[in-house]
């Protein structure tokens, strides 16, 4: 079993920057991927960036150049740079871990606000 607990969350204006954490505990061992997700009101839950143990990293097209994925293997912890910040990138923010058996664990989410 692996928790995670997110915080770096809260209101923005629009272009600036945020820094989201999520520190795993628990049977850390088992991680293989780390990542973020977002869902927005009425909006299905998207990838926003995923970080492997090899050090690979993926964004959502919507997000390249903006925001910025990184990991702390020591600390079990995954961060995720937001910069740039727009309207549409309000949403709440899942962390997610995924094991090397494929299973899947979700934090309880992370609100970030964009407004002016």
């Known amino acids: 079993q692996v928790h995670l607990v997110e915080s770096g969350g809260g209101l923005v204006q629009p272009g600036g920057s945020l820094r989201l954490s999520c520190a795993a505990s628990?049977?850390?061992?088992?991680?293989?991927?780390m990542g973020w997700y977002r869902q927005a009101p009425g909006k299905e839950r998207e990838l926003v960036a995923t970080?492997?143990?090899?050090?690979?990293?993926n964004y959502a097209e919507s997000v390249r150049g903006r925001f910025a994925i990184s990991r702390d293997n020591a600390k079990n912890t995954v961060y995720l740079q937001i910069n740039s910040l727009r309207t549409e990138d309000a949403a709440v923010y899942y962390c997610?871990?995924?094991?090397?058996?494929?299973?899947?664990?979700w934090g309880e989410g992370t609100l970030v606000t964009v407004s002016s």
């Open positions: 628990g049977s850390t061992y088992l991680i293989n991927t």
């Open positions: 997610n871990i995924r094991t090397w058996d494929r299973r899947d664990y």
């Open positions: 970080h492997t143990s090899s050090g690979g990293t």
